[in-house]
């Protein structure tokens, strides 16, 4: 998978998450951020209805469930805001749709972060998960680009 050279040296803070079910998994993308000085986190839900927090993470730390169950750091692990997110697709289009799991958890936290400044959000997919229209919601928060296996492909806002 290849990501644009510009945005690999430009991230400061990536955050990525822990895959579910049948979201591909981010870490050969994550490491790659690594790899450039990028300080990578993964998200921590405090609860269900909150936005999440992400929390500065590294391979070899230890994880806990989360208010969904899903592993991620503990409060040990300082918060940070990332300039970069990898989110976890379902279904994506070309026009910046994103279906996830359905809890609204990314799309939250997305919503808080874009208010508080410049945030990139890089859907995570197979190409095959391409459909012509994502049904979104008027909460639901688009994506800036995907990353499938295929490509890098940037959001056509013309569409």
């Known amino acids: 998978m290849r990501l644009p050279a510009a945005l ?13 079910g049948g979201e591909m998994d981010p870490m050969p993308v ?6 450039c000085g ?26 806990a469930p989360d208010a969904f169950g899903i592993a991620s750091p503990t409060e040990a692990s300082p918060k940070v805001t990332p300039d970069v997110i990898i989110a976890p697709v379902l279904a994506f289009d070309r ?5 996830g799991q359905g809890a609204g958890a990314f799309d939250r936290t997305l919503a808080e972060l874009r208010a508080q400044g410049m945030v990139l959000v890089i859907g ?9 229209l ?6 639901d928060q ?3 680009a995907i990353l499938t296996e295929s490509g890098y492909i940037e959001v056509r806002k013309d569409l």
């Open 8 to 20: 690999l040296k430009r991230a400061r803070a990536v955050g990525g998450y822990h895959p579910q």
């Open 30 to 35: 994550l490491r790659r951020f690594s790899a």
């Open 38 to 63: 990028a300080t990578l986190s993964l998200p921590a839900a405090v609860s269900r209805e909150a936005p999440l927090i992400f929390r500065v993470w590294t391979e070899n730390d230890h994880l």
């Open 95 to 99: 026009r910046g749709g994103r279906l």
């Open 124 to 132: 995570l997919a197979f190409a095959d998960q391409e459909v012509d």
């Open 134 to 139: 994502a049904p979104m919601e008027p909460y």
């Open 142 to 144: 688009g994506l800036d």
